[in-house]
């Protein structure tokens, strides 16, 4: 069997030609066969790619290791880029603090050890080491891990120096995050983030570029069972969810309180776990 989040996509020849985008650093790191093999994925040749029945295409573009749905309506290709001009501007330019920062309940100047056990496209993981708290993401599925460790590759060689410290702060893992918290063998975390949301199916202008795509290829998956019981068992502090405005609890479990915003709002559990860590 395949792993998880992998069947429907295959490696396409990189994009080398043409205009650079302002996050290329260099060659890519790999080839297209190396990156086949890496991630056991099919590789499709350039004359292939027309006839190509997968419905995601991965590739380098320009040195950013990019996801594309193989469609000929479909936007352009997406990567995990730190560098990006709209995440620059959050966190440089905030005028009041993010709600997910909020949610966290750090006192001025705290900073916490955090588990995103959702990585997803890291933005707001990104967020959190940016206000200076130190982040494990636990990403399933192999398609965005590698994308991941791919725009984390690029933020750590990047010429901001800003960027680099970020990306520092951020450890990413593979695998099940239930299975990775009921085995945690590291400090404990203090809070513990979770995001498992995804914006209706349909196509519009509220729904962004990147969970749009994300939606797409990981939508037949099952959400974890007892993920939100693991992590109240091993957060300090504090377990953050982020939901849907109008959504349920996630799995039925009412949150100590809420912080509610116009399309999503955050669930938050306080914990009271001890031990050291
Ligand atoms: C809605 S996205 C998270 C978006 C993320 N907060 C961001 O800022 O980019 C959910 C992600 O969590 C991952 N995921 C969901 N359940 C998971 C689990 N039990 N273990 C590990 N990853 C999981 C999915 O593969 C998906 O990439």
Redesign the pocket.
């Given at each position: 069997m395949l792993p998880i989040?992998t069947t429907r996509v295959c490696i396409a020849p990189p994009i080398e030609d043409g205009c650079v985008s302002d996050t290329s650093r260099g060659p890519a790191p790999e080839s297209q066969a190396q990156l086949a093999v890496r991630l056991s994925l099919p590789l499709w040749a350039p004359e292939e790619v027309a006839g190509c029945e997968c419905g995601f295409l991965l590739f380098y573009d320009h040195a950013c290791l990019s996801l594309q749905q193989n469609d000929q309506n479909a936007s352009g290709p997406l990567c995990v880029d730190f560098e990006d001009a709209t995440l620059a501007y959050r966190q440089r330019h905030s005028r009041q603090p993010e709600a997910i920062l909020k949610a966290l309940g750090a006192k001025q100047g705290e900073s916490l050890l955090i588990v995103?056990?959702?990585?997803?496209?890291?933005?707001?993981?990104f967020v959190l080491a940016s206000a200076g708290h130190r982040i494990d993401l636990?990403?399933?599925?192999v398609i965005?891990h590698a994308l991941l460790q791919d725009g984390l590759r690029r933020a750590a060689a990047s010429r901001d120096e800003g960027l680099a410290v970020i990306a520092d702060r951020m450890t990413l893992h593979l695998?099940?995050?239930?299975l990775k918290l009921q085995g945690w063998g590291a400090s404990l975390p203090d809070v513990i983030y979770l995001?498992?949301?995804?914006p209706e199916r349909r196509k519009s202008a509220k729904v962004k570029k990147?969970?749009y795509l994300?939606q797409q290829m990981?939508h037949d998956?099952l959400?974890?069972e007892a993920?939100l019981r693991d992590a109240l068992s091993l957060a300090r502090r504090r377990v953050v969810v982020?939901r849907p405005a109008h959504a349920g609890f996630l799995e039925d479990i009412k949150p100590s309180f809420q912080l509610t915003g116009k399309s999503s709002r955050f669930d938050i559990y306080l914990t009271r776990n001890s031990g050291s860590g």
């Amino acid at each position: 069997m395949l792993p998880i989040s992998t069947t429907r996509v295959c490696i396409a020849p990189p994009i080398e030609d043409g205009c650079v985008s302002d996050t290329s650093r260099g060659p890519a790191p790999e080839s297209q066969a190396q990156l086949a093999v890496r991630l056991s994925l099919p590789l499709w040749a350039p004359e292939e790619v027309a006839g190509c029945e997968c419905g995601f295409l991965l590739f380098y573009d320009h040195a950013c290791l990019s996801l594309q749905q193989n469609d000929q309506n479909a936007s352009g290709p997406l990567c995990v880029d730190f560098e990006d001009a709209t995440l620059a501007y959050r966190q440089r330019h905030s005028r009041q603090p993010e709600a997910i920062l909020k949610a966290l309940g750090a006192k001025q100047g705290e900073s916490l050890l955090i588990v995103d056990a959702t990585a997803g496209w890291g933005l707001d993981a990104f967020v959190l080491a940016s206000a200076g708290h130190r982040i494990d993401l636990i990403e399933r599925s192999v398609i965005l891990h590698a994308l991941l460790q791919d725009g984390l590759r690029r933020a750590a060689a990047s010429r901001d120096e800003g960027l680099a410290v970020i990306a520092d702060r951020m450890t990413l893992h593979l695998g099940e995050s239930s299975l990775k918290l009921q085995g945690w063998g590291a400090s404990l975390p203090d809070v513990i983030y979770l995001d498992p949301m995804f914006p209706e199916r349909r196509k519009s202008a509220k729904v962004k570029k990147n969970m749009y795509l994300l939606q797409q290829m990981l939508h037949d998956e099952l959400p974890t069972e007892a993920l939100l019981r693991d992590a109240l068992s091993l957060a300090r502090r504090r377990v953050v969810v982020k939901r849907p405005a109008h959504a349920g609890f996630l799995e039925d479990i009412k949150p100590s309180f809420q912080l509610t915003g116009k399309s999503s709002r955050f669930d938050i559990y306080l914990t009271r776990n001890s031990g050291s860590g």
